[in-house]
């Protein structure tokens, strides 16, 4: 690959001007204070203007970006030629099938499969994923749960891209689709009859708030067994990975309340571990004649107990394991004779395996300074065998069964990486950045192994830091085409995230989410301070609650950047925020505040991004959306694009992107995914005056 670093970006010369969206001031007054919007009128879906102008601004960015289609087409092949197009998941075996995906070369989804026996039997589509999605522009795959005898499969799926999923019923001995349909579907459970069908449904602010039982084939209207009427709480249902018992979960941002059923008493009685309780969260699996919970009821971080099934209320919790104040306790897996915890420690993932008999502990070990560590398919629950996925940032995607009692991990698959990928030729490392507070913020980076840091190396920086949710340190082929033109690729690990546990998602959100901000600068100063990068070399990106800190840091200092991708960003917050009637809106009150609170409003105010926006000069920009997203509307971007047009004052590219057929995720087919890359890849790149 070359790269010439003085090659200049295509002229944008004899170009149509940028679209200019027209102003219909709609006035609002929120606690005092008078606020104009000047482009509210975007929101309307159904209007054919708003259509119309987000397919202008798609030709403006497809005009501006016409003379990079060739290095388009080429970086697409490039990524292409490194993926095995057609390849074969690690088979899971589950009641006495084996379980996988597989894909075809040409093929954009995959195809779910199964054996009965043994690897050897013959082959049975479950479900083409193709298939469903002749004549439809978007596919996704929501649930896919089999019935405990094999006969019959729960799933659900959308054809638009707004996370509205219908539930089917396939009867796999015969390849029948069962008149079952049940729209807006959310979770789904079956009972062990394998007849009675669990599963919760949305109200029109897409909060799962209702639970209903039907029996498969069975006339007659579904029954109503729980309704949710609080709009902080969202409901879930699944099983006990015994299958002993089927969950309801009424979870809050921060509340959690569990109910329990035998699951071969489909109409028996609910119970309740532990009644709701402000800030209380907690989750459930069971093994024998207990149950196991992981709590937060004696710190941030969680803790483990027990509690017997005959009465699990919480003055019958007994401690397993306590809280730490340095170890997040994130999760569990329970199998008949071990349990793992799933933890994170230093702001690393850790896996840790106890002996149910023996009670002796170990942790997994893995090689390098940065990676993610995460359960796999684990169906079995009498197994020795726990499967996990380990990956970093030079080491592709990879399963490992790992057997408890010998402690001893063996390599299923690692995903391949054509074209002679060499792992030994990138670097790798966990550095750390001190915030303006003092805090230490980690930073996950790699590149390619003797980089000099002279700070003349293009760099690709992202970040997140939100929900609690640590960034995945994973591998992608895809970034080869960068770091083998000279990038570095680095990872910024800030507060609002979940990297150190709980107290570091608490220091990003509500009342002190401009942290999240602030650490993202300080990585990036940190990051040019020590050569790998300069500030007319430095791109950063993000997505979603991560498109939100974009905007953030554009606004608070625009100069330290020079490119800026910014995909389905949360960018209006108070707006939004105002709005209970959106998806999401009220749940996450308790993630960014309240702006009807006055005390929420006030502190949004400072770092909002389209309220911040103003006149003055802005990096180049990229920004991405989906016209059926529903995680972040469309026109928070679009919004925010027609604002920063009228206001910024440099000459700087600003494109909006819209993919009028899908949803929060973008293109649903793997080879339409690889070209929305090479399109984000040749923006950056050539922005950067690398053309080739």
């Not at 684990?378 to 080491?395: G, K, P």
């Not at 069964?401 to 991990?409: A, F, G, K, L, Q």
Request: with cysteine; proline share 6%.
């Amino acid at each position: 690959m070359k790269t010439d670093a003085l090659a200049q970006p295509p002229l944008e010369t004899a170009l149509p001007h940028p679209p200019v969206a027209r102003k219909v001031p709609k006035v609002d007054v929120i606690h005092g204070d008078r606020r104009v919007d000047d482009y509210h009128w975007l929101r309307n879906k159904a209007d054919p203007e708003v259509a119309a102008y987000l397919e202008a601004e798609n030709a403006y960015s497809d005009a501006v970006m016409r003379p990079t289609g060739p290095f388009q087409e080429r970086l697409y092949k490039e990524m292409l030629a490194l993926i095995q197009e057609t390849d074969l998941s690690v088979p899971y075996r589950d009641a006495g099938y084996f379980y996988y995906s597989r894909t075809e070369e040409g093929k954009q989804y995959p195809i779910l499969c199964r054996k009965k026996g043994s690897l050897e039997a013959p082959e049975e589509v479950t479900l083409d994923l193709n298939a469903l999605a002749e004549g439809h522009k978007f596919l996704s795959l929501g649930a896919y749960v089999v019935s405990d005898d094999g006969a019959l499969l729960a799933y659900s799926t959308d054809l638009t891209g707004f996370r509205e999923y219908t539930l089917h019923v396939k009867d796999l001995r015969t390849g029948e689709i069962l008149p079952e349909r049940i729209e807006k579907a959310g979770s789904v459970s079956w009972a062990a009859d394998g007849r009675t069908l669990f599963y919760t449904v949305e109200d029109a602010a897409k909060r799962p708030y209702r639970l209903y039982r039907h029996v498969v084939g069975a006339a007659g209207p579904h029954a109503l067994v729980y309704e949710e009427a609080d709009e902080l709480f969202r409901v879930f249902a699944g099983r006990s990975h015994s299958r002993v018992f089927v969950f309801l979960v009424a979870a809050s941002h921060t509340t959690t309340e569990v109910r329990y059923l035998p699951s071969d008493q489909p109409e028996g009685v609910w119970k309740t571990i532990a009644a709701r309780a402000h800030e209380h969260e907690y989750d459930v699996e069971h093994h024998s004649d207990r149950f196991l919970i992981r709590t937060n009821d004696q710190g941030r971080n969680f803790r483990l107990v027990r509690a017997p099934v005959e009465d699990p209320r919480r003055e019958n919790w007994k401690e397993m394991v306590p809280h730490r104040a340095d170890v997040m306790l994130e999760g569990l897996e329970v199998f008949r004779e071990h349990y793992v915890l799933l933890e994170r420690a230093q702001g690393l993932p850790r896996l840790s395996v106890t002996s149910l008999h023996s009670k002796a502990t170990h942790h997994i070990a893995f090689p390098e300074p940065a990676y993610s560590a995460s359960p796999g398919a684990n169906a079995e629950f009498d197994t020795r065998v726990f499967r996990y996925t380990y990956q970093s940032l030079v080491t592709p995607s990879s399963v490992f069964d790992y057997d408890m009692e010998e402690r001893e991990s063996t390599l299923l698959k690692e995903q391949p990486v054509l074209g002679g990928y060499d792992r030994s030729q990138y670097h790798s490392e966990r550095l750390l950045a001190t915030a303006p507070n003092g805090v230490k913020v980690p930073i996950s980076i790699v590149c390619r192994k003797g980089l000099t840091r002279d700070g003349a190396h293009p760099m690709l920086l992202t970040g997140y830091g939100a929900y609690g949710f640590p960034f995945p340190v994973s591998f992608s082929s895809n970034r080869l085409s960068l770091l083998d033109r000279g990038f570095v690729f680095a990872i910024a690990h800030v507060r609002g995230g979940g990297e150190l546990g709980k107290p570091w998602h608490d220091d990003g959100r509500m009342m002190k989410k401009r942290n999240t901000f602030t650490d993202f600068i300080a990585v990036a100063e940190h990051l040019m301070g020590e050569g790998f990068t300069s500030r007319d070399r430095l791109v950063v990106d993000g997505g979603s609650a991560g498109g939100l800190l974009m905007g953030a840091v554009a606004n608070m200092r625009p100069p330290l950047f020079k490119v800026i991708v910014s995909k389905v960003p949360f960018v209006d917050v108070i707006n939004t925020m105002l709005d209970a009637s959106l998806p999401l809106t009220a749940g996450e009150w308790e993630e960014w505040g309240n702006p009807h609170v006055k005390e929420h409003y006030e502190y949004m105010k400072t770092y909002c991004p389209y309220t911040n926006l103003e006149a003055k000069a802005y990096p180049v920009m990229l920004v991405k959306t989906s016209f059926h997203d529903s995680q972040v509307m469309y026109w928070e971007p679009a919004k925010y694009v027609a604002k920063l047009r009228a206001l910024k004052t440099d000459d700087n590219v600003l494109l909006l992107k819209t993919n009028m057929e899908a949803g929060h995720g973008g293109a649903s087919g793997r080879y339409d995914y690889l070209r929305e890359v090479a399109f984000d890849y040749a923006f950056i790149l050539t922005r950067l005056g690398i053309s080739s």
